[in-house]
């Protein structure tokens, strides 16, 4: 911490997870033997280069791009690209390490990476969208591969950005292959990609209340966000029985009582790219909160009653006390889609309660593990259909889930699903670093 102080997001991931790991330390010294604490948190390699471009306006723009390939011993770096302003190598950083163990939970041979850059894509033309994912891919493709290093969407990276990176990287290397994923149906995409982030959190909730012999139907539910996660999450929750109630973006929340209009939503969101305020255009009942009017010690979005609770933007906006707000109100659930949105003082009430908790490292691992599906579909060049991608999602999540379960109650913390997942990401790379050697 006191030679780069800069990484405080990094710190927040590590510690959760060399936190939960105490237990097995106690348990072993095998690990410690073979310094893989201090092997998993450096990184194998980083990347940070320019990404220079040219606005409508003819102005050059220099951004900031990164990559940052953390561990590859269970397969190929596997991580999203994240565009969005507040995007610094800490983040970045904290993004990858996280990976690592959501990749190794999915069973599926897959090493951990991240990147992206700190570019506002938000009020730019398609034209200046283009020419910058042509100016970033221009760089980064002489490190990515099939089979070495494959990245994906995240924030502000969707179908769009993915086709123009996807366009060059084919045009610089003359090469049609594998070598993104999130890609168009057209083109080697797969079915249910798009929605598998955010019908594993719903999948992954439901196993938790099933596991407490409940289930998700008739549930009223908070979501912040309303980007590829948060649809996602809210159309599988209304198949579910259950009913979305608040939704949030990057400026504001959005109340609606008698459920959220999704159809509405995807209109706003994914087409026009819109504001969640223009909603109450149609529905002048709903309540809208700017962001200005946000409580000061957290988000106007989990302040509402309501029995699940889904944070699907960011990391870190979900706060202690949202938490204990969220707690009083009857909230008996929290299934995390985005990246640590929950602070560490948020998740100690959540474990504290002995709620359902499940962390966004196993809850959200439905996106990534989809994506290494469309993988498998390139390299044997084969389409799978979209229920035969569910199927295999659902059980993906129930498997995460029970890994997860067990290896709680193995380490007498049963239900402590933050503790399980953590450990058992853990000892599966930690296994395979160790049978590969000191590399
Ligand atoms: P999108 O860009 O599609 O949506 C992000 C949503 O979060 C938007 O509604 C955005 O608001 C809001 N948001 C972003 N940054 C902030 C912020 N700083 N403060 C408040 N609101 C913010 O991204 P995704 O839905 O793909 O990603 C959401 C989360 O899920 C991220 O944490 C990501 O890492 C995680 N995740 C995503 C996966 C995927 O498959 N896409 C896989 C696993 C995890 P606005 O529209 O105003 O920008």
Same mark, same amino acid.
């Given at each position: 911490?006191?030679?780069?102080?800069?990484?405080?997001?990094?710190?927040?991931?590590?510690?959760?997870?060399?936190?939960?790991?105490?237990?097995?330390?106690?348990?072993?010294?095998?690990?410690?033997? #073979?310094? *893989?604490?201090?092997?998993?948190?450096?990184?194998?390699?980083?990347?940070?280069?320019?990404?220079?471009?040219?606005?409508?306006?003819?102005? *050059?723009?220099?951004?900031?791009?990164?990559?940052?390939?953390?561990?590859?011993? =269970?397969?190929?770096?596997?991580?999203?690209?994240?565009?969005?302003?507040?995007?610094?190598?800490?983040?970045?950083?904290?993004?990858?390490?996280?990976?690592?163990?959501?990749?190794?939970?999915?069973?599926?041979?897959?090493?951990?990476?991240?990147?992206?850059?700190?570019?506002?894509?938000?009020?730019?033309?398609?034209?200046?969208?283009?020419?910058?994912?042509?100016?970033?891919?221009?760089?980064?493709?002489?490190?990515?591969?099939?089979?070495? &290093?494959?990245?994906?969407?995240?924030?502000?990276?969707?179908?769009?950005? *993915?086709?123009?990176?996807?366009?060059?990287?084919?045009?610089?290397?003359?090469?049609?292959?594998?070598?993104?994923?999130?890609?168009?149906?057209?083109?080697?995409?797969?079915?249910?990609?798009?929605?598998?982030?955010?019908?594993?959190?719903?999948?992954?909730?439901?196993?938790?209340?099933?596991?407490?012999?409940?289930?998700?139907?008739?549930?009223?539910?908070?979501?912040?966000?309303?980007?590829?996660?948060?649809?996602?999450?809210?159309?599988?929750?209304? #198949? =579910?029985?259950?009913?979305?109630?608040?939704?949030?973006?990057?400026?504001?929340? =959005?109340? &609606?009582?008698?459920?959220?209009?999704?159809?509405?939503?995807?209109?706003?969101?994914?087409?026009?790219?819109?504001?969640?305020?223009?909603?109450?255009?149609?529905?002048?009942?709903?309540?809208?909160?700017?962001?200005?009017?946000?409580?000061?010690?957290?988000?106007?979005?989990?302040?509402?009653?309501?029995?699940?609770?889904?944070?699907?933007?960011?990391?870190?906006? =979900?706060? #202690?006390?949202?938490?204990?707000?969220?707690?009083?109100?009857?909230?008996?659930?929290?299934?995390?889609?985005?990246?640590?949105?929950?602070?560490?003082?948020?998740?100690?009430?959540?474990?504290?309660?002995?709620?359902?908790?499940?962390?966004?490292?196993?809850?959200?691992?439905?996106?990534?593990?989809?994506?290494?599906?469309?993988?498998?579909?390139?390299?044997?060049?084969?389409?799978?259909?979209?229920?035969?991608?569910?199927?295999?999602?659902?059980?993906?999540?129930?498997?995460?889930?029970?890994?997860?379960? &067990?290896?709680?109650?193995?380490?007498?913390?049963?239900?402590?699903?933050?503790?399980?997942?953590?450990?058992?990401?853990?000892?599966?790379?930690?296994?395979?670093?160790?049978?590969?050697?000191?590399?």
């Amino acid at each position: 911490k006191q030679t780069s102080p800069a990484q405080c997001e990094f710190y927040q991931a590590v510690e959760e997870v060399l936190d939960s790991l105490e237990p097995v330390f106690a348990q072993t010294s095998h690990y410690q033997q #073979q310094a *893989i604490i201090q092997r998993m948190v450096e990184p194998e390699r980083q990347l940070m280069f320019r990404v220079p471009w040219v606005d409508d306006e003819g102005n *050059i723009q220099v951004n900031k791009g990164y990559r940052i390939e953390f561990n590859s011993a =269970l397969g190929p770096y596997k991580g999203g690209l994240r565009f969005h302003p507040s995007v610094n190598a800490s983040i970045i950083k904290f993004l990858g390490f996280e990976q690592i163990f959501k990749n190794a939970l999915t069973g599926l041979p897959i090493g951990g990476g991240k990147g992206g850059a700190n570019f506002d894509p938000k009020g730019r033309s398609d034209g200046e969208i283009m020419r910058f994912c042509q100016s970033f891919m221009t760089e980064l493709y002489r490190h990515i591969g099939p089979t070495t &290093d494959v990245p994906a969407g995240d924030i502000g990276v969707g179908a769009r950005e *993915i086709g123009y990176m996807f366009g060059q990287y084919k045009r610089l290397t003359g090469r049609y292959e594998g070598v993104l994923t999130g890609k168009s149906l057209l083109w080697g995409g797969s079915l249910a990609r798009k929605e598998a982030t955010g019908y594993g959190a719903v999948y992954f909730a439901n196993y938790m209340l099933e596991d407490r012999d409940d289930s998700l139907s008739g549930k009223r539910c908070l979501i912040s966000g309303s980007g590829n996660v948060a649809i996602y999450a809210m159309e599988k929750l209304y #198949q =579910l029985g259950a009913t979305p109630i608040a939704c949030s973006d990057s400026k504001g929340t =959005l109340y &609606d009582e008698s459920g959220i209009d999704l159809k509405l939503i995807k209109q706003l969101k994914e087409h026009s790219r819109g504001c969640l305020s223009d909603y109450l255009d149609t529905h002048p009942h709903a309540k809208y909160t700017p962001r200005d009017e946000y409580p000061q010690d957290g988000h106007a979005v989990w302040r509402y009653s309501a029995d699940a609770a889904f944070p699907c933007a960011t990391q870190n906006e =979900l706060t #202690q006390a949202d938490a204990k707000a969220l707690l009083e109100n009857g909230c008996t659930l929290v299934s995390e889609g985005a990246n640590m949105p929950s602070t560490k003082e948020a998740i100690d009430c959540f474990i504290e309660a002995k709620i359902a908790y499940g962390p966004g490292k196993a809850a959200n691992a439905g996106g990534v593990a989809t994506s290494q599906l469309e993988m498998a579909q390139n390299a044997s060049m084969q389409s799978w259909t979209f229920e035969q991608v569910d199927e295999k999602l659902k059980q993906i999540m129930k498997d995460i889930f029970t890994t997860a379960n &067990d290896t709680a109650k193995e380490f007498n913390q049963p239900g402590n699903l933050l503790l399980g997942a953590n450990i058992a990401g853990f000892r599966r790379v930690a296994d395979a670093m160790i049978e590969q050697g000191v590399v």
